[in-house]
């Protein structure tokens, strides 16, 4: 069995009363192993029907796979293409029952290392925004590179306090996502190392830090808009305790009923304020489905937003498709609404992105292109006054423009669907090249594997992009970025 301290088994045998033994019981079985698919590149049965390796559904979660412990899926190609993301099949539920619409504004608030984030960033399909937040640096760069991974291309990732970000987002978010930080008691059976460090204190501290958060969320909600706080903890004071001190200090919040699933249990108002509608929270418990423990509840701002905060859809334009009124608006330094908002590119970049981008399907607004220096960035739609605030990305990296030259970015490449890029290889499973390339190896192409003899082709493992080479002559020069390569 799982270390388990003994402060924590008696108050959990006085919240379970006869649910106990089976509650300790549970801690006797393996910890369970799972995957959730991008769906912006595949679907679940898409998935299924590859057969990769041994999965089996999530019933809790559309896009949710577990598969055994002997599977090392990390290992496999289909992992660095951004097909699928690692994570605990409790962690996955969060992200999952928040009800995230294309083209909404969303927020995750504590975001590192990007499981949630991810899903988030995947439901808005490529619309909308998703501002991806953590307050340390080092996980903040974790979480950029998994929505790189998975081609989330409307971002804008930063490392900030919620203080700081209240300050600029007042009213602006149509989702907000708060996995708070806690005191883990509910990942005890995964990370033994959480449990010899628990003490019966850490719940009161986390508790006093998840109600400064949320209040900083609540203020950035809009009306109308939902919040979606998370734990992976049994503690109630960190759980249906906060909630009632939400709903107290915040009238204009209200909870909503969660869907409900075999093995979902409601939350108890006992634990809390009495508040009949706590029920509506969800516990997760690692004695009546298989994953370990969680905490959620949705709550609602009263009200109606306004049509101004939607993020408006557009239809826009590539550089090689935009129309000569375009182009010549274009012409110049009109900078895009953004932080630290660079010029736009002149006529002549505009040509060289253009050039580059006439085998690509996929539209690009011009009126959303920026350029820092050498980098051209395709930003989303922010605030004028999100200046100064730290941050790591803000949209998508596409390339550098290097004297008459484009060349393209990683994180571009992870973006696009392989029928949508004329120049490309697409190597098979099983292709012993596909290793070689994850490595930084030089191929050698074969007449016919692609449209042209040379040039830049987007290399896939399949139908899944993996990063960009330079043909030459019959030899493929490695593109994949260096940090990203297998050792």
Request: glycine fraction near 10%; charge should be neutral.
């Amino acid at each position: 069995m799982a270390y388990l301290p003994e402060a924590f088994l008696n108050r959990m045998q006085e919240m379970l009363g006869e649910e106990y033994e089976d509650f300790l019981a549970a801690y006797e079985e393996p910890r369970t192993y799972g995957l959730r698919v991008n769906t912006r590149k595949i679907t679940p049965e898409e998935f299924e029907k590859l057969n990769v390796f041994s999965v089996r559904r999530i019933p809790w979660v559309k896009n949710g796979f577990f598969y055994d412990e002997d599977v090392r899926p990390a290992r496999h190609p289909l992992y660095a293409a951004g097909v699928y993301y690692l994570q605990e099949p409790s962690a996955m539920t969060p992200a999952a029952c928040l009800p995230v619409q294309p083209g909404e504004r969303v927020l995750d608030l504590c975001a590192a290392p990007g499981g949630k984030a991810t899903e988030l960033g995947a439901k808005l399909k490529g619309r909308g925004l998703l501002v991806a937040n953590d307050l340390s640096a080092s996980r903040a760069r974790a979480l950029l590179y998994n929505l790189e991974v998975f081609g989330i291309d409307n971002a804008f990732v930063t490392n900030e306090t919620p203080a700081a970000l209240a300050g600029v987002f007042e009213g602006f978010f149509d989702k907000i996502l708060v996995d708070a930080p806690c005191s883990g008691e509910g990942m005890f059976r995964k990370e033994e190392a959480v449990a010899r460090d628990w003490t019966p204190e850490k719940s009161e501290y986390f508790s006093g830090q998840q109600r400064e958060i949320v209040s900083r969320a609540v203020r950035m909600l809009r009306p109308g808009g939902m919040l979606l706080y998370s734990t992976c903890t049994f503690a109630p004071c960190e759980d249906e305790q906060t909630i009632s001190w939400v709903l107290e200090q915040f009238p204009e919040m209200h909870l909503v009923p969660l869907p409900e699933y075999e093995g979902f249990s409601g939350g108890c108002p006992r634990w809390g304020n009495g508040e009949e509608t706590l029920k509506y929270c969800v516990r997760l418990w690692p004695h009546k489905m298989h994953g370990e423990g969680h905490f959620l509840a949705l709550l609602e701002k009263d009200g109606q937003g306004q049509a101004e905060n939607r993020v408006p859809e557009r239809e826009g334009n590539t550089g090689k498709t935009a129309g000569k009124k375009e182009k010549k608006k274009r012409k110049g330094a009109g900078s895009a609404p953004g932080n630290n908002s660079g010029p736009g590119l002149t006529r002549k970049e505009l040509q060289i992105l253009e050039e580059f981008l006439e085998p690509c399907a996929r539209n690009f607004p011009t009126d959303r292109l920026e350029q820092r220096g050498q980098k051209v960035y395709l930003v989303p739609e922010l605030p004028e006054n999100v200046r100064g605030l730290k941050f790591l990305r803000n949209g998508l990296y596409m390339g550098e423009i290097r004297k008459d030259r484009f060349v393209p970015s990683q994180q571009l490449a992870m973006t696009l669907r392989a029928d949508e890029f004329r120049e490309r290889i697409c190597l098979k499973l099983e292709d012993e090249r596909v290793e070689r390339y994850l490595r930084g190896e030089t191929l050698n192409i074969l007449p016919g594997e692609t449209e042209s003899p040379a040039g830049w082709k987007l290399v896939c493992v399949g139908d899944y992009p993996l990063g960009w080479g330079k043909l030459v002559k019959g030899v493929l020069k490695n593109k994949y970025q260096s940090s990203w390569r297998k050792v």
